[in-house]
């Protein structure tokens, strides 16, 4: 495909009940990104990776919160035992280039998590 | 610590009207890279312009224009000759070690 895609668009969960989303970056892109945006809100950063290395993970609010990313493509964001708090638009964002101020990053549609 | 802010939180524009959206940050970082994004209902982010702390010039991206004043800390996005399709919400965010930090968002309407 030609952007990055995300999956499922939209995800109603019970409280308590364990979540896993999906990000396709675009091919070739070596790093890729994870936000949470609350209603209203600006996107805020979860982690990043470069290739299948997780080198940031400092935004991911509790350990219930766990990203990965095996072979350094496709990305899974797992979320255990969701509460109301977790409900937000999850985006995914792939770049090409890592190391400089100037490259862009390329934003998926997002999945909006309803926690129940 | 790194902070973005756009004081705006709405803003009102005529079609084929100019539009400017605020956007203030800071750093102590000497090296820094400043984005905007617009935001449509549909969500996904779709990134407009990119300025460098180094760049000489401000930035220019078709109708998009970034008023760069590195001293005020200021980057103000510039619209020109604006569309209704430039309905959306418009985000600042600056690169900081290689994670992007967003403003609050300003929500633009463009009326006939």
């Known amino acids: 495909g030609a952007g990055v895609s995300q999956s499922p668009r939209y995800k109603v969960a019970k409280r308590g009940q364990d979540v896993a989303l999906r990000c396709d970056p675009i091919s070739g892109h070596v790093s890729l990104f994870w936000y949470q945006q609350a209603l209203g809100q600006g996107p805020e950063f979860l982690t990043y990776f470069q290739n299948e290395a997780q080198l940031d993970k400092s935004g991911l609010p509790s350990d219930r919160f766990f990203?990965?990313?095996?072979?350094?493509?496709?990305?899974?964001?797992?979320?255990?035992r969701t509460q109301q708090e977790d409900s937000a638009v999850y985006l995914c964002a792939s770049s090409l280039v890592t190391g400089t101020s100037s490259y862009e990053q390329y934003f998926g549609p997002g999945t909006r998590l309803t926690v129940t | 610590a790194q902070k973005i802010t756009q004081t705006q939180p709405g803003m009102f524009v005529q079609e084929k009207e100019a539009v400017t959206l605020d956007c203030t940050y800071d750093t102590s970082d000497p090296s820094y890279g400043l984005f905007w994004y617009k935001q449509p209902s549909s969500g996904e982010m779709i990134f407009l312009i990119y300025q460098g702390s180094y760049d000489q010039q401000n930035a220019t991206e078709g109708r998009y224009s970034l008023n760069f004043q590195k001293a005020r800390k200021s980057a103000n996005l510039v619209i020109s000759a604006s569309q209704l399709g430039d309905s959306a919400m418009y985000f600042c965010a600056m690169l900081f070690t290689n994670k992007l930090i967003f403003g609050t968002g300003t929500l633009l309407a463009v009326q006939p």
């Open chain 1, 67 to 80: 990203a990965e990313r095996p072979e350094g493509s496709v990305s899974t964001l797992k979320i255990q």
